[in-house]
């Protein structure tokens, strides 16, 4: 099994540009997450997905979107990038355990907007 | 909004060096993860504690879950250079939304030869 992987690893936007970054897992988990993280700041829930065609808001989701349209995918849409989006972007995903959701994380994505 | 305060946040010791790290919070979790992470990758689970009072072993790092379900520790013994990383703990709330992880925001541990 891949895991969790992620598309780009690293990509830099000019501000007001639009771009998708790619999510896809092999471990046929129904949740899935994105998440950003900033020096200092831990891991903050941008979007999270409970299942195909179901999507919902985190703590930080202004600026973002996201579908749900397979199992395997969650990709994160960026519409008019802002040089507060610059961060490490990390997807996860997590097995139905109840009481227990342990994320399996991909290798991030390093976002850099100017 | 659940918090989870770690500490230390930096932590810089010499190789042979017993340390703990501490997780705590005002809420009750179902559960709690502990993660590592190292430079330019994601996070990798290392252990979950769903039990009050559990405690883990995984080689030289011990894990305890406080027996009020609100806080927990990492014990590393003998630390070693390839310890360093970001360890991260992670909780579930026990009530509403099951779905999302309040994460802490990290300790830092630099172990040098």
């Known amino acids: 099994n891949a895991g969790v992987t992620q598309t780009p690893k690293f990509r830099i936007l000019k501000i007001g540009q639009s771009m998708t970054l790619q999510c896809t897992q092999d471990?046929?988990?129904?949740?899935m997450y994105w998440y950003r993280q900033d020096p200092g700041m831990g891991l903050k829930l941008i979007y999270y997905?409970?299942?195909?065609?179901?999507?919902d808001k985190g703590e930080v989701p202004n600026g973002y979107n996201v579908s749900r349209s397979t199992t395997e995918d969650f990709p994160l849409r960026l519409e008019l990038a802002a040089p507060s989006q610059t961060s490490v972007y990390f997807c996860?995903?997590?097995?139905?355990?109840?009481?227990?959701?342990?994320?399996?994380f991909g290798p991030g994505t390093r976002l850099t907007v100017t | 909004t659940q918090l989870l305060e770690q500490s230390p946040q930096f932590l810089s010791i010499q190789e042979g060096e017993n340390l703990t790290v501490y997780c705590n919070s005002s809420?009750?979790?179902?559960?709690l993860q502990w993660y590592r992470q190292e430079p330019g990758e994601g996070p990798v689970l290392l252990v979950t504690?769903?039990?009050?009072?559990e405690v883990k072993k995984l080689k030289r790092l011990t894990f305890q879950f406080g027996d009020a379900r609100k806080d927990s520790s990492l014990h590393i013994t003998a630390a070693q250079p390839g310890d360093t990383g970001l360890y991260l703990c992670?909780?579930?709330?026990?009530?509403?939304?099951?779905?999302?992880?309040?994460f802490g925001k990290g300790t830092l541990l630099t172990v040098n030869p």
């Open positions: 996860a995903s997590s097995p139905d355990r109840t009481g227990v959701r342990e994320q399996y």
């Open positions: 471990m046929n988990h129904n949740y």
């Open positions: 997905s409970v299942g195909a065609g179901i999507t």
């Open positions: 809420s009750v979790f179902s559960s």
């Open positions: 504690v769903v039990t009050g009072g």
């Open positions: 992670a909780g579930l709330n026990s009530g509403g939304s099951n779905y999302k992880l309040t």
